[in-house]
């Protein structure tokens, strides 16, 4: 596991806190990465979803 120095939306952290029931910060992140992860689909591999939105507007 690597020790990385981030920025975190306060709120988007104790609203995933508080939905997940986890009670710190690192689980809070481990476990929105792993969700976010387990739920790409391949067109999110092919065409990341940044890219898509920014192409939309």
Do not use: C, K, W
């Amino acid at each position: 596991m690597a020790i990385t120095r981030i920025y975190l939306d306060d709120d988007a952290l104790r609203r995933t806190m508080t939905i997940s029931g986890v009670h710190t910060e690192q689980d809070a992140v481990n476990l929105a990465l792993r969700f976010f992860s387990m739920h790409a689909t391949a067109a999110d591999l092919e065409h990341p979803i940044h890219t898509r939105t920014a192409n939309a507007s």
